[in-house]
């Protein structure tokens, strides 16, 4: 095979863990790369007395094994379910990897189109994230309050990074928040590679030295990143699914720095933080300077029976009414996917007897499994819908210039702390409308919402603002 093959092959499998079905070559080249020692096998399900193992998400639950005829062996084999999505892993089907030549990535003068301005407090978190990437640190945690400005305090360290050669991703929970990040990255680093990788993707085939992806498609990557940031490391499933952990560290080359952003960290990042087990840097104000909308709490002792009807509570309208700017759009997040598709109609025939609303046109809701959903919120920040209700997909990583935000039924499970403090921060997150309500309704207060308001109050406080 030809050396300017190989090199067009390196750079399009290396870093990469994929099932034969994955890699599109012909069967001749396929082989020629096995037994040249280009591509590795290893083993896909691993077996000892006492557990399976996934090699692919590290699954090791035997509730998430099962076994299935396999046409090719004639034998039943295990297989896993856990990460069944991305494709099926089964124990008579290894998993390759690279291991010929890496390639080497470019190494730009200029890589940034950004030409914007860091404020200083920014700018100083820029500067920690840059060292961090340049003395190849371990970990370096970014907390910083929702709406500092977190994308553009990594442009200066993608920056370095990128004119060394290094290869960068960016990873975060949620594939809306890719969508969002990939034209604002395609702008700022013009003459990158760029890829975009989540459910549903187009991409997946390109080859780029910069990747935005879900957590998710992590687990198509092995040793592959210099540079690994992980986005919102405090949300859903990232905290909740060990496998997404596992994927990452495992996507990261042997030398590599991991880079975590959030703006609520959980218990176990505070308590490495207090031990000095982890190096962090805290942000305490948004980018125009302006503090966090503080959410005010209502009690409605008939939210229940009023949910179940449903209809709109009485306090939610008579709120509308008194709001200080009503030219700003609602953004309502409810507890569930059944209370959306009830409220949606309900509240648009309210709204228009009240003279609020043109058409039903005009409110309209989101969910995760909405195929329509990245349109719908398109629209809503188009300003064609005047209210989006919305289950918790989002609440964090999603920018609206000009909104009022009501969480309904605040009290449910769903909503804990770090979901209350990200719903929050959806609002007054322009510089030309830097405030916005925050309305919690209720029929009985929980600690995560008396420790969502205390949280925002703290970090006010610790920016300055009383």
């Known amino acids: 095979m030809a050396s300017e093959t190989t090199n067009q092959l390196a750079y399009q499998f290396a870093g990469k863990l994929l099932l034969r079905s994955e890699i599109p070559l012909s069967e001749d080249v396929f082989q020629h790369c096995v037994s040249s020692g280009n591509f590795t096998a290893v083993s896909s399900i691993s077996k000892n007395l006492l557990y399976c193992q996934c090699n692919r998400c590290g699954n090791r639950e035997p509730g998430l094994f099962a076994k299935i005829p396999c046409q090719i062996c004639r034998r039943e084999h295990h297989y896993c379910r856990k990460c069944i999505e991305m494709g099926r892993v089964m124990e008579c089907e290894p998993l390759y990897y690279w291991n010929g030549d890496q390639p080497n990535w470019p190494t730009p003068a200029d890589p940034c189109s950004w030409d914007g301005e860091l404020t200083d407090k920014q ?27 977190k994308t553009e305090m990594l442009f200066p360290g993608i920056t370095k990074a990128l004119q060394s050669g290094k290869r960068v991703c960016l990873a975060t929970p949620r594939a809306d928040v890719v969508r969002e990040l990939l034209p604002r990255f395609r702008q700022a680093f013009a003459g990158v590679s760029i890829q975009g990788l989540y459910g549903g993707s187009d991409e997946k085939e390109k080859v780029a030295q910069l990747i935005l992806s879900t957590t998710h498609q992590l687990l198509r990557f092995r040793q592959a990143f210099d540079v690994l940031i992980i986005d919102e490391i405090d949300a859903f499933p990232y905290h909740k699914d060990p496998s997404l952990s596992f994927a990452a560290n495992r996507s990261r080359k042997q030398i590599s720095t991991m880079i975590y952003l959030t703006a609520t960290p959980r218990k176990e990042q505070r308590r490495r ?38 209809a709109p509570p009485k306090l939610l309208t008579e709120w509308l009414k008194q709001r200080v700017n009503p030219e700003r ?45 990245e349109e719908k919120v398109q629209q809503f920040r188009r300003k064609e819908t005047f209210m989006l209700l919305t289950t918790t997909i989002l609440e964090r990583g ?4 000009s909104v009022d935000v009501v969480v309904l039924d605040a009290g449910h499970d769903v909503f804990d702390e770090a979901a209350l403090v990200q719903i929050a921060g959806r609002a007054g997150r322009s510089s030309d409308d830097p405030t916005g309500e925050v309305l919690f309704i209720h029929d009985g207060k929980t600690d995560a919402m008396v420790e969502a308001v205390s949280s925002v109050k703290a970090m006010n406080k610790r920016g300055g603002f009383r």
């Open 398 to 401: 999603v920018t609206f210039p």
């Open 273 to 310: 933080m207090l031990q000095k087990q982890l190096n962090h840097m805290f942000v305490p104000t948004r980018f125009h300077g302006y503090p966090l909308p503080v959410p005010s709490l209502k009690m409605c002792r008939t939210l229940k029976k009023d949910l179940a009807r449903p």
């Open 123 to 149: 700018q100083l978190a820029a500067d920690r994230i840059t060292q961090a990437i340049v003395s190849q640190e371990k970990e370096l945690l970014i907390w910083a309050v929702c709406g500092a400005g």
């Open 329 to 373: 759009q609602l953004l309502l997040f409810v507890p569930t996917i059944e209370l959306a598709e009830k409220l949606e109609m309900v509240l648009a025939r309210k709204f228009i007897q009240l003279g609020w609303l043109p058409s039903k046109q005009a409110i309209t809701f989101v969910h995760a499994s909405d195929p329509d959903r």
